[in-house]
């Protein structure tokens, strides 16, 4: 967790941009009483918030990849694996990998903030 905060604030001050629509999104939705207990529906409506920590995970994961191990023998990737085989997944790879990002290095949190309402 304490990572993640310091990735936060690290991609929060190399994009002003993404920090201002932040700092927007929190004086809408909690308003400016810094005594009004927050509340779980507003947590539910900071959507640009969720956002930008999934596109700062994305950027900076705190876990570089997982292991997995088959409980039987399978076909992957057109080899046969026997049961027992470990498997290390880098999820940093994936994570940045053109074939699933249109803009890989970029920062951009809009590619999670609203993402039903534009498929």
Known sequence: T????CFII????????VKQRL????DTTLGS?????ITYKDLCELEYCEAVIKEVYRHSPTAFFHDRMNVQSDNVGGYNWPEGTQFQMLISALLKHKDYWTEPEKFDPDGFYKVEESA
């Open 33 to 37: 009483d810094l005594t009004r207990p």
């Open 23 to 26: 700092r927007q999104e929190f």
């Open 2 to 5: 304490s990572n993640l905060f």
């Open 10 to 17: 690290y991609h929060l001050e190399h994009n002003p941009e």
